[in-house]
C-alpha cells in the first residue's frame, strides 16, 4: 500500500481487523534441529500480539488500569522455520466475552513466492486492572476497535 509500511500496516477487509507483523528469526532461535525452536512461538506471539494492540489501542494505554493476563495459549505446528525464512505473524481478535477476549495467530513464510501458513495459535486474555487486582470487563472502545 501506498505510504504504508508493512509492519504497521492495519489490515480492514470485510471486518476484518488485524496486524501483520514482521518476525526477524535470531540465530538464538533455533534449535540443534535447524529450525526454530517450538517454545520460541510464544516470544513470536508476544511480540504479534503487542504489535496488534499497539495498533489497535494505541500508545497512550494505562496497562495500569486496564491491563490484560494471558489465561492460556495454543499452539499448532505445520512446517518448520529456519533461520533465513521470511516470517509474518497476521493476528487477530476472534472472541469477546465480558472480561476475556481471544486472539489468533497464523505465522507464515514465503516458500517459492507463495505466502504458507507455517503455525497458527491463539491466546486467551483477560481484562485485568492491576491497581484494583481484579478482573474487569472488556472496555466498550476496545469492543468497538476490536471488531471493527
Not at 466475552?97 to 495467530?105: D, K, L
Not at 486467551?124 to 466498550?140: A, R
Request: proline share 3%; charged share 20%; with cysteine.
Amino acid at each position: 500500500m501506498k505510504g504504508v509500511h508493512l509492519s504497521v500496516y492495519l489490515c480492514r477487509m470485510m471486518n476484518d481487523v488485524s496486524t501483520l507483523t514482521p518476525i526477524q528469526i535470531r540465530f538464538s532461535d533455533i534449535d540443534v534441529m535447524g529450525h526454530v525452536n517450538n517454545a520460541v512461538y510464544l516470544s513470536y506471539f508476544e511480540l504479534a500480539r503487542m504489535h496488534f494492540f499497539k495498533e489497535l489501542i494505541g500508545e497512550r494505554w494505562d496497562w495500569n488500569k486496564l491491563g490484560i493476563l494471558l489465561a492460556r495459549n495454543e499452539i499448532n505446528y505445520r512446517l518448520p522455520v529456519l533461520l533465513n525464512d521470511d516470517v509474518h505473524i497476521k493476528t487477530w481478535c476472534t472472541s469477546i466475552g465480558n472480561s476475556s477476549m481471544t486472539v489468533e495467530y497464523e505465522v507464515f513464510k514465503t516458500v517459492k513466492g507463495e505466502q504458507v501458513v507455517v503455525t497458527t495459535g491463539a491466546s486467551v486474555l483477560v481484562c485485568f486492572d492491576y491497581v484494583s487486582q481484579s478482573k474487569i470487563p472488556v472496555p466498550e472502545i476496545w469492543k468497538a476497535k476490536l471488531i471493527g
